[in-house]
């Protein structure tokens, strides 16, 4: 059974930085990939950024490309989130989740529905 547990989340001022953790069990992680979505209040869940686990290969959403940072640790079996220069459109609860990455698959799955492993989620705020 895949768990993962996020954390990291916290209140900070805009331009700030924050890393977010996800700790992953339960499964043979390098056959899967991994995402961080984010969901800010009255708004649908989006997707931020993936990582490959098994090269570490990413894809990061426009809004987000430059300023955050998608990577894993194989030995702790952890996927982080690094957010600079936050921006106050950025405050929502980020998750990270997970599916298997299958052959001749891609990256660039960006719904939601396509993770079938979920976080509880962490929240990120950040303040004008």
């Known amino acids: 059974q895949v768990e993962l547990v996020e954390s990291g989340g916290g209140l900070v001022q805009a331009g700030g930085s924050l890393r977010l953790s996800c700790a992953a069990s339960?499964?043979?992680?390098?056959?899967?990939?991994m995402a961080w979505l984010r969901q800010a209040p009255g708004k649908e869940r989006e997707f931020v950024a993936s990582?490959?686990?098994?090269?570490?290969?990413?894809y990061y959403a426009d809004s987000v490309k430059g300023r955050f940072t998608i990577s894993r640790d194989n030995a702790r079996n952890t996927v982080y989130l690094q957010l600079n220069n936050l921006k106050p459109e950025d405050t929502a609860v980020y998750y990270c989740?997970?599916?298997?990455?299958?052959?001749?698959?891609?990256?660039?799955?960006?719904?939601?529905?396509?993770?079938?492993?979920w976080g509880q989620g962490t929240q990120v705020t950040v303040s004008s």
């Open positions: 990582i490959r686990w098994s090269d570490g290969g990413t």
């Open positions: 989740a997970a599916r298997l990455f299958q052959v001749f698959d891609t990256l660039y799955r960006v719904r939601p529905k396509d993770y079938p492993y």
């Open positions: 339960g499964g043979t992680f390098s056959r899967y990939a």
